[in-house]
T-cell receptor, first 114, second 109 residues
Framework: DTEVTQTPKHLVMGMTNKKSLKCEQH?????MYWYKQKAKKPPELMFV???????INESVPSRFSPECPNSSLLNLHLHALQPEDSALYLC?????????????FGQGTRLTVV | AQRVTQPEKLLSVFKGAPVELKCNYS??????LFWYVQYSRQRLQLLLR??SRESIKGFTADLNKGETSFHLKKPFAQEEDSAMYYC???????????FGSGTKLNVKP
């Protein structure tokens, strides 16, 4: 299995809602990532997890809360989002956080905040 | 600060023509450079990386440290090459990818 699976594929939420995005990989990768991609823009890194511990937070607002329950799962908890947070959220994984390691990306969750 | 520049938003070529997608970078050190591709309705996937020095689907890319470039080339474009191409840079300690703005390649029949 060489896939990164993200659920749901699409999500519409109100500004007062709480929702979670899920990401799963069974490749034994020990590094997992969340990226945000706005329309016609490149992906931008949000968080990096290494061995289930948060290694990098790219100054992401606290309304985004990542969680790594185990080595195969990565969640992104969403609360009190703004319409400008609407974007494609991509999960990725790699064998390690060592520079130069190939990252495998999921299909993404298209989030719309209304 | 690290930066990846892809000057062309859109590149249209005819089938069989050579294609070159430009990528320039700035980084204070020795970065790892990659090309990622996103076909229509598919996930972002690795095309090639400079450390491998390999040719994938007929594409090659050479890292030119003097010109800080990592241009992607293919001698004869195919229609199935039509996609969004992102040049990406990975820095020292962590596998943080910095993506260029992307170039949409359109190969016409």
């Amino acid at each position: 299995d060489t896939e990164v699976t993200q659920t749901p594929k699409h999500l519409v939420m109100g500004m007062t809602n709480k929702k979670s995005l899920k990401c799963e990989q069974h490749m034994g990768h020990r590094a997992m990532y969340w990226y945000k991609q706005k329309a016609k823009k490149p992906p931008e890194l949000m968080f990096v997890y290494s061995y289930e511990k948060l290694s990098i937070n790219e100054s992401v607002p606290s309304r985004f809360s990542p969680e790594c329950p185990n080595s195969s799962l990565l969640n992104l908890h969403l609360h009190a989002l703004q319409p400008e947070d609407s974007a494609l959220y991509l999960c990725a994984s790699s064998q390690a956080v060592t520079s130069g390691t190939e990252a495998f990306f999921g299909q993404g969750t298209r989030l719309t905040v209304v | 600060a690290q930066r990846v520049t892809q000057p062309e938003k859109l590149l249209s070529v005819f089938k069989g023509a050579p294609v070159e997608l430009k990528c320039n970078y700035s980084y204070s050190g020795s970065p790892e450079l990659f090309w990622y591709v996103q076909y229509s309705r598919q996930r972002l996937q690795l095309l090639l990386r400079h450390i491998s020095r390999e040719s994938i689907k007929g594409f090659t890319a050479d890292l030119n440290k003097g010109e800080t470039s990592f241009h992607l080339k293919k001698p004869f474009a195919q229609e199935e090459d039509s996609a969004m191409y992102y040049c990406a840079l990975s820095g020292h300690n962590f596998n943080k990818f910095y993506f260029g703005s992307g170039t949409k390649l359109n190969v016409k029949p």
